[in-house]
């Protein structure tokens, strides 16, 4: 398994959950891997796991001046990247709601990391990979941006919205400088995020309910096509959205 053989990743977000998972297997696949996270102490335990060819670095996407400090220590010391997962999200359960009832500071901090924090790590992705010749920017999206998924989560599924339109615009400026855009769009995927529907047996079965493959997905069903985008063999896909939500958005 070395279809990343040569190549090195940032991930967002790559302490827990997806972007754990995908570390993992970037790193099975040949890459070097940067796990970024604002848990710096999770990330490290990570990185640690993977071995040698994992790093880790404390960055909170929504702060620009350590978003910034990351990439610039990537850079210094050589470990540039050439394929970058602007992974890491939140979403406030229990806080997020229908519009009439969303508090504007729930709104604000949902939107800060999971939307201007996607921005900020695909400006400082795109500034070092123009420098570098090109690379491949993979986005989390999500079904909620899409369809009718997420009427409790306003300000959530507004944000995934925004992530997708994002990556859009972005692979449309720079396809013809070797930068590659690409949204992955999971299905309910059981991680530490979704604990209050996953240790809930009724939300469970009404989410399941609704993915027409009838189980839940697992972070490793999302790193395999981010493999897939990350690798020469995605050359030639930019500015889409790859649906692995077990036919949630499209059956
Ligand atoms: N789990 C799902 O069902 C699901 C479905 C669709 C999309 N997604 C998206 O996938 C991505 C990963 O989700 P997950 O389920 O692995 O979540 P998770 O909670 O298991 O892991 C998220 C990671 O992001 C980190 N993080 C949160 N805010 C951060 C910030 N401001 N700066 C840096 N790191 C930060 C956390 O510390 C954590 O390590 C998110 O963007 C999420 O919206 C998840």
């Known amino acids: 398994m070395t279809r990343l053989h040569g190549k090195t990743a940032l991930v967002t977000g790559g302490a827990l959950g997806i972007g754990m998972a995908v570390a993992q297997r970037f790193a099975a696949e040949g890459a070097r891997v940067i796990l970024a996270d604002r848990n710096g102490e999770g990330a490290a335990r990570a990185a640690a796991a993977i071995g040698a060819n994992a790093r880790a ?10 978003v910034a400090a990351a990439f610039a220590e990537a850079e210094e010391t050589g470990w540039a990247p050439d394929v970058v997962v602007a992974n890491a999200g939140v979403q406030l359960f229990g806080q997020d709601a229908q519009i009439a ?10 939107i800060d990391i999971n939307l201007t924090g996607t921005f900020l790590t695909v400006k400082y992705a795109v500034r070092t990979m123009l420098k570098n010749g090109g690379g491949s920017i993979i986005l989390t999206g999500s079904p909620t941006a899409v369809n009718g998924e997420g009427k409790d989560f306003t300000a959530y599924s507004s944000s995934k919205a925004g992530v997708h ?29 979704v604990a209050a529907i996953s240790e809930d047996p009724e939300s469970r079965a009404a989410i399941v309910s609704r993915i027409p493959i009838g189980r839940a997905g697992t972070p490793d069903d999302v790193a395999g096509i981010m493999v897939y985008l990350a690798s020469d063999d995605g050359s030639f896909a930019t500015g889409a959205t790859f649906q692995v939500d077990g036919g949630m958005t499209s059956l």
């Open 57 to 66: 670095v404390t960055m909170d996407i929504s702060d620009e001046s350590a």
């Open 101 to 110: 009832d969303l508090d504007l500071e729930v709104w604000k901090r949902t």
């Open 165 to 193: 339109g994002l990556g859009r615009t972005v692979a449309a400026a720079y396809a013809d400088r070797g930068i590659r855009v690409n949204t992955v769009q999971p299905a309910y995927t059981e991680t530490p995020l």
